[in-house]
């Protein structure tokens, strides 16, 4: 059974850093497209970056030139690096997976494209 274990995340100050992981197990990593998904108080579960298998990469217009979505196939780990971080980032972040293989496209901006989730981890940014 595929099992997505998030860390990272925390409280940090307005332009400040973070980076979050998420790592995958289970299952075969590198055939898998990933994303990052972020879900304030009160407010559906939105989309923030994602890596498909090939390396093609995603980002909402709001974290574009900020953040930086990564995959590293040996570790089985996803990243998610935010830079100069915003008070409206502020939100709980969950890393998502494709089950179907070797599957990319605009799709993953979606969250009905993942079907396995991680615990999801707070991201704070305090102005």
């Known amino acids: 059974q595929v099992q997505l274990v998030q860390s990272g995340g925390g409280l940090v100050q307005a332009g400040g850093s973070l980076t979050l992981s998420c790592v995958v197990s289970?299952?075969?990593?590198?055939?898998?497209?990933m994303g990052w998904f972020r879900q304030a108080p009160g407010k559906e579960r939105t989309f923030v970056a994602a890596?498909?298998?090939?390396?093609?990469?995603y980002y909402a217009d709001s974290v574009k030139g900020r953040f930086t979505i990564s995959r590293d196939n040996d570790k089985n780990t996803l990243y998610l690096q935010m830079n100069s971080l915003k008070p409206e980032d502020t939100a709980v972040y969950f890393c998502?997976?494709?089950?179907?293989?070797?599957?990319?496209?605009?799709?993953?901006?979606?969250?009905?494209?993942?079907?396995?989730w991680g615990q999801g981890t707070q991201v704070t940014v305090s102005s």
């Open positions: 890596v498909a298998w090939s390396g093609s990469l």
């Open positions: 998502g997976a494709v089950r179907r293989q070797y599957y990319s496209g605009n799709f993953l901006v979606g969250p009905d494209a993942y079907d396995d």
């Open positions: 289970g299952r075969a990593f590198s055939s898998h497209s």
